[in-house]
């Protein structure tokens, strides 16, 4: 049995239908987010459940409820989404910022449960967190390993405190629940799914179709999550690592995907990668060219030198730190040579 993690784009409403059609009954724990993007420039539903905790606004709140109306309806899910809609509305008054961000993953799991007919799990009753909202994680290994075997939804990111509240993982943070739900229902393989094909050798949203890594290792995973790659949370490779669990990052369009595992990629330069850290833009390459690697990046960075500030040149992980993305460039550097 594997464990399967559906990210935002996959369960807005115009693609959930697809995505229903994948969930077959290999798969134990059918781990999901809150809706996501519909089209550029849409909203995410935890953004707006962000907004609405903040402002109270009613026109936020009718966007939110849109979103799942529209999530029912194109879907044909026979659940009464109004008076879920409503129960939810009446329960973020007067709680805290996590409980109202938690409401997106628990609608979305609602619907999909109803939509599939598998059992609906209470993310709150099994990811658990201390009153302080640190992760309880021999709370929650205790509880998740009695789902072993069983076919359910959860949703993802958040989980319940001991004094009855809830709490949520960093934003993304979904993946961490999958991971969760994966290595300790013993699953054999935790499936990602999200909006790109795979890990990639440069951000898809910044260079057109990059290559796709067929594999890398948790530790290069690690690390590209951490230098600003945001296919995979890098907070949810740990307990995979350590249970030796494959992860398949994938496309729910379809695409083989990366696997993460013990094998590293061995390829010259394995990824560009760029984050923004104190107003500075730090554009990394993880390579395995020990010198021409790090010699490459000087010579970019002498290229563009009006926007650069420093350079961090070392063996596997040279860094440009500018006042620009410096993704395109150093993708065309090493791969459109
Ligand atoms: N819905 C949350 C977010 O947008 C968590 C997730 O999707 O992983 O960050």
């Known amino acids: 049995m594997y464990t399967a993690k559906f990210g935002g784009t996959a369960t807005a409403p115009h693609n959930l239908?697809?995505?229903?059609?994948?969930?077959?009954?290999?798969?134990?724990a059918v781990v999901v987010s809150a809706c996501g993007r519909s089209?550029?420039?849409?909203?995410?539903?935890?953004?707006?459940?962000?907004?609405?905790?903040?402002?109270?606004?009613?026109?936020?709140?009718?966007?939110?409820?849109?979103?799942?109306?529209?999530?029912?309806?194109?879907?044909?899910?026979?659940?009464?989404i109004d008076k879920l809609l409503a129960e939810k509305k009446r329960n973020m008054c007067g709680n805290d910022r996590a409980y109202c961000l938690?409401?997106?993953?628990?609608?979305?799991?609602?619907?999909?449960?109803a939509a599939t007919g598998r059992e609906y799990v209470e993310?709150?009753?099994?990811?658990?967190?201390?009153?302080?909202?640190?992760?309880?994680?021999?709370?929650?290994?205790?509880?998740?390993?009695?789902?072993?075997?069983?076919?359910?939804?959860?949703?993802?990111?958040?989980g319940g405190k001991r004094d009855g509240g809830r709490a949520t993982?960093?934003?993304?943070?979904?993946?961490?629940?999958?991971?969760?739900f994966a290595v300790w229902t013993s699953a054999t393989l935790y499936e990602n799914y999200t909006d790109v094909d795979g890990v990639c050798v440069a951000n898809p949203r910044c260079v057109f179709c990059p290559k796709v890594l067929p594999q890398i290792s948790y530790g290069q995973m690690r690390l590209l999550g951490s230098c600003g790659a945001e296919v995979l949370h890098p907070s949810a490779v740990d307990l995979p690592?350590?249970?030796?669990?494959?992860?398949?990052?994938?496309?729910f369009w379809g695409s083989c995907g990366t696997t993460v595992y013990n094998y590293p990629c061995v390829d010259d330069v394995v990824s560009v990668t760029c984050r923004k850290t104190?107003?500075?833009?730090?554009?990394?390459?993880?390579?395995?060219?020990p010198d021409m690697g790090a010699r490459a990046i000087a010579d970019i960075a002498r290229d563009v030198k009006n926007c650069v500030a420093r350079c961090?040149?070392?063996?596997?992980?040279?860094?440009?730190?500018?006042?620009?993305?410096?993704?395109?460039?150093?993708?065309?550097?090493?791969?459109?040579?």
């Open 241 to 251: 690592q350590k249970a030796a669990l494959p992860v398949v990052v994938k496309n």
């Open 39 to 80: 089209f550029d420039g849409d909203e995410k539903v935890t953004d707006l459940l962000n907004l609405f905790y903040v402002t109270h606004d009613e026109m936020v709140w009718r966007k939110i409820e849109t979103k799942y109306r529209r999530l029912v309806e194109i879907n044909g899910i026979n659940i009464d």
């Open 169 to 180: 993982f960093e934003r993304g943070g979904g993946d961490i629940s999958g991971a969760i």
């Open 278 to 289: 104190d107003g500075l833009y730090v554009t990394s390459v993880l390579h395995n060219l």
């Open 123 to 158: 993310a709150a009753d099994f990811i658990c967190f201390d009153e302080g909202g640190r992760f309880d994680y021999r709370e929650t290994k205790c509880r998740v390993e009695t789902l072993a075997n069983q076919k359910f939804v959860v949703g993802g990111f958040y």
């Open 312 to 337: 961090e040149l070392s063996r596997d992980l040279s860094k440009i730190y500018a006042s620009q993305d410096l993704t395109v460039e150093t993708y065309n550097a090493f791969f459109q040579a």
């Open 17 to 28: 239908k697809y995505v229903l059609s994948l969930i077959d009954d290999n798969m134990g």
């Open 102 to 113: 938690s409401v997106g993953e628990e609608l979305t799991a609602k619907c999909v449960a």
